[in-house]
């Protein structure tokens, strides 16, 4: 019998089982395909999600971001940037597998290729059946992502919504490798509560599209204007694009039943502003290495403290990352004229990213800017 059986092994799933195997727990980790694999990313880590792994990343951080550059409908480009890198971009197959590696050298059993297929309540324990075999544990841990099985079989799916995304590899072109270096693209018109992108991942481009909500056909037209905005149309292609979701909770609910809880995607955890999962993911698995590490001292663990803490602790971000989506819905000009105007408020935005400035302080600013500039009214009430 584990202490605790991890469902998926991205982020969420292996950041957990790493802290909890390190802090003595005996910890089963099951992961549906076999690693390394593919997971449709951008892999932008910023520096506020680095904070969160106590590892050295530099053998797989493929480029320092330190440079924006923003568009409205590929037009007024408005450039933004940081002495300091404010995101990272690595490959995800690589920084997953990574951090599989690092759960089982701290003591966790990593099966891989081990799809959960059910999970019943056997007394106070959970009996998990997986294409590898059965296994018995005291506490689950649902870091399954957008799709979690874990979420659907205990309810816990909650009002969740998804966004819808496309993402394509390219291959810079020869001889212009050094234009994308060290930049991301984003343009905020293209789409009408959604974005364009172009991240750098040393030899491959990431180029996507994604919106909250959104027909594919917006989306890829979206992503094909901005590629050849970029001059990028006759790149290589290196990776087919291949649609995901976005899982997002507009209002936190409960994220346990008993002795199970959702992280991550599978718990709906994703910025709805910027669209990053990874930082959230990693946030939740230490606020669930919290809860853990307490109730598997009792006879029968309730995660209920869990549910509180990511209300607690993630709550007002995800709040006000919920205004700004709401207020800027429709008006991406609105928030590129803040940036065109404000250099100050572009700044802002990396110090959102690296986590030097919160949800409700850059909210509170673009609040006030835009009503200094006469393009906000406050509702009455
Ligand atoms: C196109 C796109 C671009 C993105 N770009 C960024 C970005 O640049 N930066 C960022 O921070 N976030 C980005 N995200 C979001 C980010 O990818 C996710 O938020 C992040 O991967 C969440 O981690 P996770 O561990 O919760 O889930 P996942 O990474 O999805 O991992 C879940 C794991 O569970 C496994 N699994 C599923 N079902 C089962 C089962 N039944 N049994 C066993 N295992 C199972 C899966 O194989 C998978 O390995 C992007 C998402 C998309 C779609």
């Not at 891989?112 to 689950?140: C, H, M, N, P, W």
């Not at 199970?260 to 698995?285: K, Q």
Request: charged letters at 25%; glycine letters at 10%.
């Amino acid at each position: 019998m584990k202490d605790v059986i991890v469902v998926g092994g991205g982020p969420a799933g292996a950041a957990l089982a790493y802290r909890l195997a390190a802090r003595g727990l005996s910890v089963l980790l099951l992961e549906k395909s076999s690693v390394p694999r593919f997971k449709s990313c951008a892999g932008g880590i910023t520096r506020k999600a680095v904070r969160e792994l106590n590892f050295d990343l530099s053998p797989l951080i493929e480029e320092e971001i330190s440079r924006f550059i923003f568009t409205a409908n590929l037009e007024h480009p408005v450039e933004a940037a940081t002495r300091e890198a404010a995101v990272y971009t690595v490959s995800r197959e690589k920084f997953d597998a990574f951090l599989l590696m690092k759960a089982a050298s701290a003591g966790a059993e990593v099966i891989t290729g081990a799809a959960v297929r059910k999970i019943e309540r056997q007394g106070r324990a959970f009996l998990v059946r997986a294409d590898s075999g059965r296994y018995r544990g005291k506490i689950i841990a649902g870091a399954d992502g957008a799709r979690s099985m874990v979420a659907r079989s205990f309810g816990l799916e909650g009002a969740r919504i998804h966004g819808t995304t496309l993402e394509c590899h390219l291959a810079p072109p020869p001889g212009k490798e050094g234009r994308f270096r060290g930049t991301i693209h984003v343009d905020y018109g293209l789409l009408r509560q959604g974005y364009a992108w172009l991240f750098p991942k040393g030899s491959s481009l990431s180029l996507g599209a994604g919106a909250l909500p959104g027909s594919p056909g917006e989306i890829r037209s979206a992503l094909k204007k901005l590629q050849e905005a970029l001059e990028l149309e006759r790149a290589e292609l290196l990776l087919p694009a291949r649609g995901w979701l976005l899982p997002f909770q507009p209002a936190l609910r409960r994220l346990h039943d008993g002795a199970v809880l959702l992280l991550g995607d599978a718990a709906g955890l994703v910025d709805p502003f910027t669209g990053e999962g990874i930082y959230n993911a990693l946030r939740s698995a230490r606020l669930a290495e919290k809860v853990i590490v307490e109730e598997i001292r009792r006879p029968s663990p309730n995660l209920r403290r869990y549910s509180d803490l990511v209300r607690k602790e993630m709550g007002p971000e995800l709040a006000a990352a919920w205004r700004l989506v709401r207020l800027l819905s429709g008006r991406a000009s609105l928030y590129h004229q803040l940036l065109q105007r404000h250099p100050q408020f572009a700044a802002g935005f990396l110090e959102l990213l690296s986590g030097e400035c919160g949800y409700p302080q850059f909210l509170r600013r673009c609040l006030k800017l835009l009503l200094s500039e006469g393009l906000y009214l406050p509702q009455r009430r």
